[in-house]
């Protein structure tokens, strides 16, 4: 027997039209805690609210990144609104949410994200604004204005701020092991272009020098052609002459010796750098911070890609997007975004100082992080499944385009293909 508020929690969802097939249902302090067979979910419910609550939906994971009951639990205590968390098991949550989003459901207000771009899961939110834009709400735009600078940009598609990030890893970030000066380059610049690199090609053949290339190994094929394919999709243009002039290139140097070095003993330049907020905040062992500092990848357009693993963002068909609005002041405002126990890989604002971990960096981790600003600097975000690009490049073209198996013209059709069919398709 269910006491009669438990049962009053269930023929209520009955009105509002849910059909509940409940195996479990727990009740605590006016809290009903409920396992939904129909839709294998958790939903918690809290019976003493008199007004709508705001509904967040979310996956079971999402406090790898995020914890929301801190700010869950300002936000009720501020606004006297309760909030509703419907969460759903981490492999059938994208595809029920993108199923409510497709079908313009209002039932929900707000929805978190952990690896938005898997299954191209962001780029169909954005190409199709199944989002809220945030600009229009001021209290966000002034917390965005304390957190790094760039990073409002970063989250913004078409000038359209589309989320609140919990989680960033960077991933275009070089730490250089030698010194370029004597071919003309200042590391203090911090930032390269696709030239700059083909230019050193150059410079490297010219000096007969044989034991040094760019880059460690052959992998930075992948990065580099998910930049280019990142600033296709941002220009809604996608020219397979462009693909093709990179491919020419990297098989070019390649074939030097001077761009990757496939035997990795020679001296390179330039090394894939730590994964900043991941390495940092979960402690784990890092290299000593480079002699000749940090650079970031070379960048087609100006725009320098980061792996968005995790964002907030409200519904554009929600029927309390004002609360949902002040549910985001709340996560964002300057108390929470320095906190990482709520942001558990991130860092938001700049003043490092106010992190309650400060005293536990080393001083190569403090070097590391000075570089945060200029990595956020033109900054930019992948939108679609930039790791499974990279997997069947890996799979199916790059070992046979570097061994001349297949020439630059099919591992550019290849390519262009695959990226035509997942994405543009």
Known sequence: GYDTKSSTIITMNKVNGSSLDVERLFYANDNVIMWNNLDKRFDVVDLSS????????????????????????????????????????????????????????????????????????????????????????????????????????????????FGIPYEISITSSLAVQDNLGKYGYNVSDKHWSIKDVWNLCDEIIQSGEQNKSVFRDSYGMLVLVNILIQDTINKKNFSKAELTELLTDIKTYYDAGVLYDPSESKKHFCDYSVMYYWTFISHIEIPDYPEYGTILLPAFSGKNYHDLRGCAMINKFAQSKDMAAKFFEVMTNSDNIYNTYIYRDTLLGPDLTKYNIYTDWSPTELKYLSDLPSLFENAGVYTYDFLALQDYIRENVMFQFYDGTITVEEAADMIYDRVNYTYFE
């Open 50 to 161: 008199e007004t709508e609550p705001l509904k967040i939906l979310l996956s079971d994971n999402v406090s790898t990144y995020l914890d929301v009951i801190p700010i869950k639990e300002q936000f009720e205590y501020k606004y006297n609104c309760n909030v509703r968390l419907v969460e759903y098991p981490e492999d059938i949550y994208a595809d029920k949410l993108r199923t409510k989003l497709l079908a313009s459901d209002s039932d929900f207000d707000i929805y978190l994200v952990n690896a938005p771009t898997q299954d191209n899961l962001l780029s169909s939110i954005l190409n199709y604004d199944l989002y809220e834009p945030l600009d229009n709400y001021d209290g966000i735009i002034n917390n965005f204005s304390k957190m790094y600078p760039g990073i409002r940009s970063m989250m913004s598609n078409n000038d359209k701020l």
